[in-house]
T-cell receptor, first 112, second 112 residues
Framework: DAGITQSPRYKITETGRQVTLMCHQT?????MFWYRQDLGHGLRLIYY???????DKGEVPDGYVVSRSKTENFPLTLESATRSQTSVYFC???????????FGDGTRLSIL | GQNIDQPTEMTATEGAIVQINCTYQTSGFNGLFWYQQHAGEAPTFLSYNVLDGLEEKGRFSSFLSRSKGYSYLLLKELQMKDSASYLC?????????????FGKGTTLSVSS
């Protein structure tokens, strides 16, 4: 059972470039989430999705775009990367309100 | 808005008991979660409370008081492998739907 996988695990890119982080789940959970984790801030919600074609903004959505055309995939795109977007990005999936979210292994993104 | 507070750091010795506190202020509280995160790894689910009282799971227990906006995670018979960050997270249906709002985490160091 692969669970939830993120790719790439590590990425270095330059400011102004577009970069897409992939997230894939094998459970078919309805809900999927993107968080970023930074020292001093903890985990902060970027975007979340309740089902295919339904997405909503979290606490820090600026500069990010998401899509969910299929239940199992929830890619996160940085349209024009900035140094402030250097972070560790975690994708998570969950079944519903009373159920926990389960996290992928994360993507370490560095923007030079 | 929401505010989740937990101590930044705690230390303890092997075999001891430690209590990690979490206080929160939310508009639409619908559950509190505790996660463990080892350095460089993804958060993993520990416990869930939605009603007042104590939930016990082996060496770990979690308590919730909704009227006080307060929870704690109790770790018994501490082991070196318990050295990690412990994240308190709240589900606030009015703020972020089914997504979780995380505190900044408590780094626990267990020494021999």
């Amino acid at each position: 059972d692969a669970g939830i996988t993120q790719s790439p695990r590590y990425k270095i890119t330059e400011t102004g470039r577009q970069v897409t982080l992939m997230c894939h789940q094998t459970w078919s959970h309805s809900y999927m989430f993107w968080y970023r984790q930074d020292l001093g801030h903890g985990l902060r919600l970027i975007y979340y999705s309740a089902a295919a074609d339904i997405t909503d903004k979290g606490e820090v959505p600026d500069g990010y775009v998401v899509s969910r055309s299929k239940t199992e995939n929830f890619p996160l795109t940085l349209e024009s990367a900035t140094r402030s977007q250097t972070s560790v990005y975690f994708c998570a999936a969950g079944q519903g309100e009373a159920q926990p979210q389960h996290f992928g292994d994360g993507t370490r993104l560095s923007i030079l | 808005g929401q505010n989740i507070d937990q101590p930044t750091e705690m230390t303890a010795t092997e075999g001891a008991i430690v209590q990690i506190n979490c206080t929160y202020q939310t508009s639409g509280f619908n559950g509190l979660f505790w996660y463990q995160q080892h350095a460089g790894e993804a958060p993993t689910f520990l416990s869930y409370n939605v009603l007042d009282g104590l939930e016990e799971k082996g060496r770990f227990s979690s308590f919730l008081s909704r009227s006080k906006g307060y929870s704690y995670l109790l770790l018994k018979e501490l082991q070196m492998k318990d050295s990690a960050s412990y994240l308190c997270a709240v589900r606030d249906l009015l703020q972020a739907g089914t997504a979780l709002i995380f505190g900044k985490g408590t780094t626990l160091s267990v020494s021999s």
